[in-house]
């Protein structure tokens, strides 16, 4: 009984020491991404399929079309924020506050997502990175879902929505 308490004290300490140094190797420094959107959930569920937007009240589909069209984006599908600075190694986590699936991929360089009726609405080119779809699952988090990205090498990063293009961040770490 004393001995088996005790090991159990010991495994506890040795977690704890775990924790603390694998905090310090992460290097510290961590920024959350807000990934937003206004989906109006009857009306793009209703033309796009069930379970595409899961929230009411915001810009019917039409309206979302209309905005591509009229302006080249939908203002409210967004990340935020736009521009972050973080020290080598640092990491991001992305996380999915609007009502559709939206991913947090690193890409090369910005361009056009993967969604072709998209593109032709904005006139864009999917990016090189559309040809991993595994990217869709390690990079995409759906309504109350979360990206991490790894730690963050020096240099500019960009990170961009593979079904809307237009939802970007650039990242300086250094
Ligand atoms: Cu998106």
Do not use: K, Y
């Amino acid at each position: 009984m004393f001995s088996g308490r005790r090991a159990v004290a010991a495994f506890v300490a040795f977690g704890l020491t775990l924790a603390m140094s694998s905090t310090a190797l992460a290097g510290g420094d961590h920024r959350n991404v807000q990934m937003l959107d206004a989906c109006d959930g009857p009306s793009f569920n209703a033309t796009i399929g069930p379970g595409t937007c899961e929230r009411d009240g915001g810009l019917s589909f039409g309206q979302f079309i209309g905005q591509l069209v009229s302006m080249g984006q939908a203002p409210a599908w967004r990340f935020s924020p736009t521009q972050l600075t973080i020290s080598a190694g640092g990491s991001i986590s992305a996380f999915n506050r609007g009502g559709e699936f939206h991913t947090f991929t690193e890409v090369a360089n910005f361009g056009g997502g993967c969604v072709p009726q998209l593109n032709a609405i904005l006139g864009l080119t999917p990016v090189p990175e559309c040809s991993n779809p595994a990217l869709f699952g390690t990079t995409g988090a759906g309504p109350g879902g979360e990206v991490e990205t790894g730690p963050l090498a020096s240099g500019v990063h960009r990170f961009e929505c593979l079904i809307h293009p237009w939802m970007r961040t650039t990242v300086n770490a250094g």
